[in-house]
Nanobody, 125 residues
Framework: QVQLVESGGGLVQAGGSLRLSCAVS????????MGWFRQAPGKEREFVAA????????YYTDSVKGRFTISGDNGKSTVYLQMNFLKPEDTAVYYC??????????????????WGQGTQVTVSS
């Protein structure tokens, strides 16, 4: 029903920036909650940021506040994650995610109905 394709990952030095993109297709609705999660080697997948097309409400995990920005382009059906001032601890596979219910706050893994395949972000010191 919903397809998510991430792009934009790569290798960057600490303090640098990357912009991730998530192309959304299929049965999408403005009320869906969209988000980004990340998973580092040996660790559980964790919430990073969430966004809703309606009202442009956003939520962030504390560790990325002030550094990352989630946004969306409705015309292009694309969700973005702008990552600035990157740190080595940001290194992880980043996953785009969709919750087929209205976004009411930060997302948990259990909220997610559709996942992208992930894109690797590596930050060197």
């Amino acid at each position: 029903q919903v397809q998510l394709v991430e792009s934009g990952g790569g290798l960057v030095q600490a303090g640098g920036s990357l912009r991730l993109s998530c192309a959304v297709s299929g049965r999408t609705f403005s009320g869906y909650g969209m988000g980004w999660f990340r998973q580092a080697p040996g660790k559980e997948r964790e919430f990073v940021a969430a966004f809703t097309w309606i009202g442009q409400y956003t939520y962030y995990t504390d560790s990325v506040k002030g550094r990352f920005t989630i946004s969306g382009d409705n015309g292009k059906s694309t969700v973005y994650l702008q990552m600035n001032f990157l740190k080595p601890e940001d290194t992880a596979v980043y996953y785009c995610a969709a919750d087929t219910s209205p976004l009411r706050g930060p997302l948990s893994v259990d909220d997610i109905d559709y996942w992208g395949q992930g894109t690797q972000v590596t930050v060197s010191s």
